[in-house]
């Protein structure tokens, strides 16, 4: 059995060097939450490009009627948002997308976004090659958090100073 032995790591080293194929890794994706009659959120996750540069060229969902990347940034001191074609992956870079920065925009919820749930979404990656990738990635929804990063308050909506 032992001319097995080399065949058997070949197909191994191959299976490996494929799926290294220009590949686009997704971590800590999340959605914020919705109250009642709120037609649009934001989702939020970090993207690295392990082999090439690449670009987030777009988003599917079924969450929502529609889903663009979009950009926040200060202009003339206003806060603007708006819908952009891509957002670059450089080669071994985290790219986050984050409130005030890149995210993914849905609009035309089709329910609301309820903290414990996920939202499921595809995103559209274009590599350097001319490759794409579609990437499903299910964002969990979790509760808006007061921006000092502490806790969401219990169930009951109010915080107390002790």
């Known amino acids: 059995m032992r001319p097995l032995l080399p065949s058997l790591l070949a197909a191994f080293a191959f299976a490996t060097a494929s799926s290294a194929f220009a590949h686009v890794t ?42 663009e990347v979009h950009e926040m940034r200060m202009e003339d001191n206003v806060m603007k948002m708006r819908a952009v074609p891509s957002v670059s992956l450089p080669s071994g870079q985290t790219v986050s997308l984050k409130p005030g920065g890149y995210h993914i925009m849905l609009m035309g919820l089709k329910k609301p976004l309820t903290a414990g749930e996920n939202v499921d979404l595809t995103l559209e990656v274009l590599h350097a090659d ?27 909506g109010h915080q107390h100073q002790h």
């Open 26 to 67: 997704v971590s800590n994706p999340w959605a914020r939450a919705t109250v009642a009659q709120q037609q649009a959120s934001g989702v939020f996750m970090e993207l690295r490009s392990a082999h090439d540069n690449a670009q987030l060229v777009g988003v599917k969902t079924d969450a929502a009627s529609s889903a």
């Open 130 to 156: 001319g490759a794409k990738e579609s990437i499903a990635v299910s964002a969990p929804v979790r509760a808006l958090a007061p921006a000092t990063g502490a806790h969401p308050p219990a169930a009951g």
